[in-house]
C-alpha cells in the first residue's frame, strides 16, 4: 500500500510538472488547433477526454492535495517527500543500488529578508526552488522543509560514493546558490549543503535518511556561509553536544560563567604593556573550562552573539576601572565586535553608555573587528556602526589581517588605525624568508597608510626580535602571556614592568 500511494505520488508529481505547469496550459489552445489541423475532429475527441483524466490524476483539482504542497515553491511538503523517499530506500535496497537525500539551506536568511524584505525573499525563496528542480533528473523529488530549507531525493541509481555524491551536492549548491533578480537589481545568496547516503544513515527508515542529511546541513551552515558536509556518525555526537551547550548558555550568561581573560599586547620599541585583548573564556561549573572553539559556535547558533558582546564590554570597562585603581597601567583593551553587534544601529549608543558609566575615555575601548566582516560587508549599517566608533574616539583594529582579502579603500572606508597582523604569517618568522618578506611587505604597506601594527600568535623570542627588527610596532601571543582572568593580571603586569629594566629592549632597524 505505501509503494502504490508513493508511485502515484511521482506520477502526480511528473503530471504536475510536464501538462500542468502556466507555460503548457496557456499553449493548450495553439497545440488543440494544430491537433485538429494535422488529425481532424478525432484529436480533438481525444484530448477532450483524456486531459480531465490526466488533470484529476495531477491533482490539478484535489484541493486536499494542494495543501500537501508549499504554497511558495509548489515544492512537496515533507510528508509527501518522507512517502517517496520511504518508497525509494526498499527498492533501492532490493537492487542493491543506492539513493541519497541531500538538504540545501540559504545561509544568512533572517538577514536576507531585513535587506530586501518579506516579498523579495519569497521571490528567492520560489526561484531557489525551481533551480533545485532544474538541478535534478526527472524521477527526483524535492520538498521545501521549513524556512529556507530544502530537501532532495534520489530515485535510486545503480552505484553512488561519497565523491558521486559531493559532486552532486555541489551541482544542487551551484545551482541554487545563483543571483536572484528582483526589481532590476541582484540578490546574492549562498547555500549550505547536507547530504547522506541509504548506505551510510543511522536507521534505514525516510525519517532517519532525511533527519541525518539535516544533521549534515546543520554541520555545513556552522561551517559556512556555502558549508559542504557529508553526514558521519561523529557529527551526531559533536551536534547533541553542541545542542546541550546552548541549553546551558543562558544559565552561563545569567551566572557569569562566560567571561573576558586578558592576553596582553607589549610594545617592541619599550616592552611596555600597550593594551590587553579581551577573549571569552567559559568555566562550566561541571565540565571544566570548555575551548572557545567550542562554545562561540553555540552562542552563534542561539543567537546570543549580541548578549556575549554586552558582557565582554561591560566586564572590560571594569576590568579597566579596577587597573586604574590598582595604579597599574593598560591604557586600552582590545574588545571583538561580531557582525551581528556591529548590525546593531543603537551599537554606538551602547559603547558610549558603558564609558560614560564607568568614567573612562573613548580611546580606553579599542574595536577589533575580523578582516573577513570588512571584506564582505556592503551593510550600510556596519559601515556606520565602525565609523561612529571611530568618530567617538575609539580606536579600530583590523583583526587576522591577510585572510579576509580587504582592500586599501576599506580600510580607510572603516577607519582602521592598528592592522593585526594574522598568526600564519608570524609563525617561524625569524627562519622563513618567506615569511619575512611577506611581513615585511605588510609593514611597508601600513608605514605608507600611516596605520600601526600588531602581531598575533607570537611564540618564541625568535619571532618576537625578528618582528622587532622588521619594524613591527606591537605583538602579543603566548611566547608572551596566555589569556589570563583578571584576578591574574595585576601579579602578572607586575612582574613584567620589573623586568623591563633588568632586559635589553629589542629596537626595530633604522629606529632611534
Request: include cysteine.
Amino acid at each position: 500500500m505505501q509503494g502504490l500511494k508513493a508511485s502515484y505520488l511521482r506520477l502526480r508529481r511528473v503530471l504536475r510538472q510536464g501538462f500542468f505547469r502556466p507555460q503548457t496550459i496557456t499553449f493548450l489552445p495553439a497545440l488543440l488547433l494544430a491537433g485538429y489541423w494535422f488529425g481532424g475532429e478525432g484529436v480533438i475527441l481525444i484530448a477532450a477526454l483524456l486531459f480531465p483524466v490526466l488533470a484529476i490524476m495531477g491533482g490539478l483539482f484535489d484541493t486536499h492535495g494542494a495543501t500537501r504542497r508549499d504554497g511558495a515553491t509548489d515544492l512537496l511538503l515533507r510528508e509527501d517527500f518522507l512517502d517517496l523517499l520511504g518508497e525509494a530506500i526498499p527498492r533501492a535496497e532490493a537492487q542493491n543500488w543506492t539513493t541519497a537525500c541531500f538538504v540545501l539551506e540559504i545561509d544568512d536568511w533572517q538577514t536576507l529578508m531585513e535587506r530586501v524584505g518579506k516579498t523579495a525573499a519569497e521571490t528567492v525563496l520560489r526561484r531557489t526552488g525551481e533551480r533545485i528542480e532544474s538541478a535534478m533528473r526527472g524521477a527526483d523529488f524535492a520538498a521545501r522543509l521549513d524556512g529556507p530549507r530544502f530537501a532532495v531525493g534520489l530515485d535510486p541509481v545503480r552505484r553512488i560514493d561519497l565523491d558521486t555524491a559531493l559532486g552532486i551536492a555541489e551541482r544542487l549548491q551551484g545551482t541554487a546558490g545563483q543571483a536572484v533578480s528582483i526589481d532590476a537589481t541582484s540578490v546574492h545568496v549562498s547555500v549550505s549543503v547536507g547530504f547522506c547516503l541509504n548506505t551510510r544513515a543511522p536507521k534505514r527508515t525516510a525519517e532517519g535518511l532525511l533527519g541525518a542529511a539535516e544533521v549534515a546541513a546543520d554541520e555545513a551552515r556552522t561551517n559556512g556561509p556555502g558549508g559542504t558536509r557529508a553526514y558521519s556518525r561523529e557529527m551526531q555526537a559533536q551536534i547533541s553536544a553542541r545542542h546541550a551547550l546552548v541549553d546551558d548558555l543562558l544559565s552561563a550568561f545569567t551566572e557569569g560563567q562566560i567571561k573576558p581573560w586578558f592576553q596582553p599586547q607589549i610594545s617592541t620599541d619599550t616592552g611596555r604593556i600597550t593594551g590587553m585583548e579581551a577573549l571569552a573564556r567559559w568555566l562550566h561549573p561541571e565540565r571544566g573550562m570548555i575551548a572557545p572553539g567550542d562554545f562561540l559556535p553555540a552562542i552563534e547558533q542561539a543567537g546570543l552573539m549580541e548578549k556575549l558582546g554586552e558582557v565582554m564590554l561591560h566586564r572590560s570597562c571594569a576590568a579597566l576601572k579596577a587597573w586604574d585603581r590598582a595604579g597599574v597601567e593598560v591604557p586600552t583593551v582590545g574588545v571583538n565586535f561580531s557582525a551581528a553587534e556591529l548590525r546593531n544601529p543603537k551599537l554606538g549608543d551602547r559603547v558610549k553608555w558603558e564609558l560614560d558609566r564607568f568614567d573612562l575615555a573613548p580611546e580606553r575601548i579599542t574595536v577589533e573587528v575580523l578582516e573577513s566582516v570588512v571584506a564582505e560587508s556592503d551593510d550600510d549599517t556596519i559601515t556606520r556602526n565602525i565609523a561612529n566608533l571611530a568618530t567617538m574616539g575609539c580606536p579600530v583594529d583590523l583583526d587576522d589581517f591577510g585572510t579576509g582579502h580587504a582592500s586599501i579603500s576599506s580600510i580607510r572606508r572603516f577607519a582602521v588605525s592598528r592592522l593585526k597582523i594574522d598568526r600564519s604569517f608570524v609563525m617561524r618568522v625569524h627562519e622563513d624568508r618567506e615569511q619575512q618578506k611577506l611581513v615585511s611587505a605588510i609593514l611597508l604597506m601600513a608605514e605608507q597608510l600611516d596605520l600601526d601594527t600588531l602581531a598575533e600568535g607570537v611564540e618564541s623570542i625568535g619571532e618576537h626580535a625578528m618582528l622587532a627588527q622588521l619594524g613591527c610596532g606591537h605583538i602579543q601571543g603566548f611566547g608572551l602571556a596566555r589569556p589570563m582572568p583578571f584576578e591574574d593580571t595585576v601579579s602578572w603586569i607586575e612582574k613584567h614592568n620589573a623586568k623591563i629594566v633588568e632586559t635589553p629592549i629589542l629596537k626595530g632597524i633604522g629606529r632611534d
